[in-house]
């Protein structure tokens, strides 16, 4: 079942580390008002000047509201961290403001440019208005969650150690490891989708009458081609060849930048630099597949986070998928499957049960090899009854709440229990007000205190 990667990492008993990721999670939002509708208030002021604030940004209207955690060693303690800044901003918001709790945006008005872009910088602020300016004018509303994710270090060195004659560099050898791991994803993102989609109808003025639009309720509009995608050739075969994929589109005008690659999938550095990424490696990468999810004030669950950690161990630690000159085709393939698996009903077995179910079986099979605890096992049943049991997918329990077409009063509903259990906290953290551009490090300090604080990167 291992690689030589996954077997190093089996033979230095060092499974456990290499399991719990570093993590840091965004979580992005859109504020409404009481009615439902698109609030009209400006950033929180209790968050203070929102182009300093590392940690609740903007996104790119003003209604959208972005929580960022620190990067954390463990990803329970990056949890912790979204679960404080979430608090932070809803007990920021104005009396009659509310987090809209799902990834499709409530009625929206009939002009969408009516919708102001977000107060940040101007070259930030001219990029948003050319993007916007050429792009679907609802293509960047609807919101989710994504994950930024790095190897443990001391996992790195170790098979590094083991490893060293076969790549000509250490970052070399850390690109393979990111870029096996990444491939992974890319392909098996139409699994993410069917076990995690969460945006199966859109509200009204979401689309023209005239505009082409799903017929029925679905697993996930915002994954599917009705989201925010990149329509450009996917390039996975190495970072080299990721890197010089995007290159050659912003050269030719295709994409504005890095940022406007809207891939499932990211290779990131810390430092944003694209074309030093190939010399220097891979810092970490973004994965950003996830619809919020309604039934939890943070819009993810630590299940979901276990469910991700297992297929994270299970890309690293076992052989790739294809040989590199046949990748791209495979991965082709999987973005293909995913279209279909976004737009089927939320109700229908997928049409790709057969290779779900090997999947599934596999990662069973990798679980009980490096011996993990039960609750993983409980993740692991949990997928397994949604993928018996489509009527226990998330798409398919929201549309249960679905009343005459709409999912308003459900969002409303929700949004207003979360907000009124952010009241109860009696010691809501503030600091932001005095300090909006606070490192990491005080942040942690600051909300956590001497005990139990978690480990920044």
């Known amino acids: 079942m291992f690689d030589e990667i996954g077997q190093i990492i089996f033979n230095n008993e060092i499974v456990a580390k290499a399991s719990d990721f570093n993590m840091g999670i965004e979580v992005e939002t859109i504020r409404i008002d009481s009615s439902g509708r698109l609030t009209k208030e400006e950033y929180p002021r209790a968050l203070g000047n929102q182009r300093k604030n590392h940690f609740i940004k903007t996104d790119v209207y003003q ?20 679960m404080a800044l979430n608090d932070t901003l809803r007990n920021a918001l104005e009396p009659n403001e509310l987090l809209w709790p799902l990834s499709m945006p409530p009625i929206l008005p009939r002009d969408k440019k009516t919708i102001p872009i977000a107060n940040v910088d101007p070259d930030q602020r001219a990029y948003y208005e050319r993007w916007i300016n050429t792009r679907s004018d609802t293509q960047g509303i609807p919101v989710g969650v994504h994950l930024n994710v790095s190897v443990n270090e001391t996992v790195l060195k170790t098979v590094w150690e083991a490893e060293k004659d076969k790549f000509d560099s250490y970052p070399e050898f850390v690109n393979y490891m990111y870029i096996k791991i990444a491939q992974g994803f890319v392909y098996y993102r139409w699994l993410i989708t069917y076990l995690f989609g969460n945006s199966p ?74 074309t030093k990424m190939v010399k220097n490696g891979v810092d970490y990468i973004e994965l950003r597949m996830l619809d919020l999810d309604p039934t939890t004030a943070l819009s993810i669950r630590t299940t979901t986070i276990r469910f991700f950690r297992i297929m994270l161990s299970y890309f690293m630690m076992t052989p790739p998928m294809e040989e590199s000159d046949k990748v791209n085709l495979k991965l082709a393939q999987g973005i293909s499957m995913n279209e279909v698996v976004a737009l089927e009903s939320p109700y229908q077995q997928t049409i790709y049960h057969h290779e ?54 459900y969002g409303l509903a929700m949004a207003n229990r979360y907000q009124n259990r952010a009241h109860e906290n009696p010691h809501p953290f503030t600091g932001f007000e005095e300090q909006p551009d606070m490192t990491a490090n005080e942040l942690r300090q600051r909300l956590f205190g001497v005990m139990g604080k978690p480990e920044n990167l």
Request: net charge negative; charged share 25%; proline share 3%.
């Open 201 to 274: 109808i859109a509200e009204k003025n979401f689309f023209k009458a005239e505009d082409d639009q799903p017929a029925h309720a679905v697993r996930s509009i915002r994954s599917s081609n009705y989201g925010l995608t990149s329509d450009i050739k996917k390039d996975y075969k190495s970072v080299a060849d990721y890197v010089h994929n995007i290159e050659s589109h912003i050269e030719d005008g295709t994409l504005f930048s890095e940022a406007e690659y809207h891939a499932s999938v990211r290779l990131k550095t810390v430092h944003g630099d694209l």
């Open 63 to 82: 209604i959208q509201s972005e929580v960022i955690t620190p990067a954390a060693r463990k990803s329970l303690d990056a949890m912790h961290y979204l």
């Open 356 to 409: 779900a179910q090997n999947f599934l079986d596999k990662l069973q099979m990798f679980g009980a090899t490096i011996q993990w605890g039960p609750e993983y096992q409980e993740v692991l049943d949990t997928m397994q009854d949604r993928l018996d049991n489509p009527n226990l997918t998330p798409a398919a329990t929201l549309c249960d709440h679905e009343v005459d077409g709409s999912l308003m009063s």
